[in-house]
């Protein structure tokens, strides 16, 4: 089938290039020149595994194609993605104004003779955005033309997005018509994953209900961790202990810095703030909202009261991203850390192993350096953060940290560091939810 992607960013560019592999035709459009022309010359604009083989090999095979053509691409395409952002206002609604500028332009597209059109709404959107982006459509484009807006929610995460949208648990498809389900269930059949049809207007909230769920999960941790490192247990032990139990299960219980990223914390307020206008109200998650706000608050307590005085103090941090396999650092908690830490007059010198470019762009004002070795990175620093769940970190040669470092103190924000393993080096360990080890003398 032939398929159009408008927005070619960390969903868009992704989610084409997956349904490329499968064999559909993808046009991929977006309005940043710059961007498409870098993508014709098969220069990536994020990392993200697999993904750069994959379009490569889909693009030579004439499958996937980049333009900034818009109307061309909805008169070549049957099926029609929008994947533009939804970034948060300040008072938490979400700014659909991308949206509605694209819908506008597909309406200005569309013609009758072109025949039946659907149109996808891939982004994260407030319940019955679906309808008003009908309206629009409806609104301003010829009379006759033959078009029906669904709701299909993507729930790739960062850094593993192509096996999530290769292998999905499921595929939720909102739709009011027959027609247009029909049309969507052969656009998902080569992937072979259960598909959940439901009204326009579930498929919206279960996409705004599945993230706050799983922000919800993750604060629950959290607060859980906070009442462990008081009562002295161990929080990964309580993890595994609840998440055996097949109802709970032990994903998205990993406790640590907080959640962050482009989707959570967005998602969250955005759930909030559309609960509110429609008169019932989600209480329930600004008390996860607070939980997330106070992780970092309580760790980094932690580091002031190890250091007494945070000024002039040399601190590493390892981890820019806001997770682990990307160089995304959108609402990443390690940027926040870093900021806050500049703040008070501590001397950062931060690495990460994809986020570097990007970190410098988000950290620019702030007196942080960023090295390109990790080890390096801790050269005669007091104090070692670890900020993002990085594999590479879990697996470091500690005993070549401490040797580089002033203190021998290591500040472990996401529990990946085995701690018998600091220890043993002479490093002092500090975690989320668990007791700080010593050294033995
Ligand atoms: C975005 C939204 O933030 C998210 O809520 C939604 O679920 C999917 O789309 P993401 O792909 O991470 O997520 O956004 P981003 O990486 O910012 O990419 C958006 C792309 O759209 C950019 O390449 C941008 O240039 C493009 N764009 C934006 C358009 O082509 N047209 C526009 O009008 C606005
Ligand atoms: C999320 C959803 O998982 C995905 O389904 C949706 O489509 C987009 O939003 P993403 O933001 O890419 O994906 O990453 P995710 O792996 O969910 O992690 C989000 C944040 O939560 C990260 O900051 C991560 O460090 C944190 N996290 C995750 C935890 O703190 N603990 C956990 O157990 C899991």
Not at 89 to 109: M, T
Not at 208 to 237: M, P, R, T
Not at 308 to 319: E, F, T
Request: glycine letters at 8%; aromatic letters at 6%.
């Amino acid at each position: 089938m032939k398929l159009a992607m408008i927005g070619t960013g960390y969903v868009g560019l992704t989610t084409g290039t997956c349904f490329a592999e499968v064999g559909h035709k993808v046009v991929c459009v977006d309005n940043n020149e710059e961007k498409v022309k870098a993508l014709r010359q098969g220069k990536m604009p994020i990392y993200e595994p697999d993904l750069e083989e994959m379009i490569v090999s889909n693009v030579s095979a004439g499958r996937l194609e980049f333009t900034t053509d818009l109307a061309a691409a909805v008169r070549e395409c049957e099926v029609i993605f929008i994947a533009v952002p939804t970034p948060p206002h300040d008072d938490g609604s979400v700014d659909l104004s991308y949206i509605e500028g694209v819908s506008r332009e597909i309406a200005d597209a569309l013609t009758p003779e072109l025949g039946y059109r659907v149109v996808v709404d891939k982004s994260t959107v407030p319940v019955s955005t679906g309808t008003k982006v009908y309206q629009v459509i409806e609104r301003y484009s010829h009379q006759g033309v033959d078009v029906e807006v669904v709701s299909n929610p993507e729930f790739l995460r960062e850094g593993s997005a192509v096996n999530d949208l290769m292998n999905p648990d499921r595929i939720v498809i909102g739709s009011d018509s027959q027609r247009a389900m029909d049309l969507m269930k052969r656009v998902y059949q080569p992937f072979n994953a259960p598909i959940v049809e439901v009204d326009l207007a579930s498929a919206e909230l279960i996409k705004h209900a599945a993230n706050s769920f799983l922000a919800l999960k993750i604060s629950y941790i959290n607060a859980v961790s906070a009442v462990c490192e008081k009562a002295g247990a161990d929080v990964e032990l309580v993890a595994k202990g609840i998440g055996m139990d097949k109802r709970i299960s032990r994903h998205f219980l990993n406790a640590g810095l907080g959640y962050g990223g482009s989707c959570f914390p967005k998602d969250v307020k955005g759930f909030i703030n559309v609960a509110e206008q429609l008169g019932s109200p989600m209480e329930i998650l600004k008390e996860v909202e607070r939980v997330n706000a106070a992780q970092l608050e309580r760790f980094l307590g932690r580091i002031r009261k190890k250091l007494w005085v945070l000024r002039n103090k040399k601190i590493a941090v390892w981890g820019i991203a806001f997770k682990q396999n990307t160089d995304d650092v959108r609402e990443s908690v390690a940027v926040k850390l870093i900021k806050r830490l500049c703040e008070e007059g501590a001397e950062v010198v931060a690495y990460d192993p994809k986020a570097a470019e990007t970190g410098a762009q988000a950290l620019a004002g702030y007196n942080v350096t960023i090295c390109q070795d990790m080890y390096e990175c801790v050269q005669d620093a007091e104090v070692l953060v670890v900020a993002t769940e990085w594999k590479q970190f879990a697996t470091a040669n500690l005993l070549k940290v401490r040797e580089r470092m002033r203190l021998p103190i290591l500040f472990d924000g996401r529990n990946i560091i085995h701690g018998e393993n600091a220890v043993h080096v002479g490093l002092e360990y500090h975690s989320i939810g668990r007791k700080t080890l010593y050294p033995q003398s």
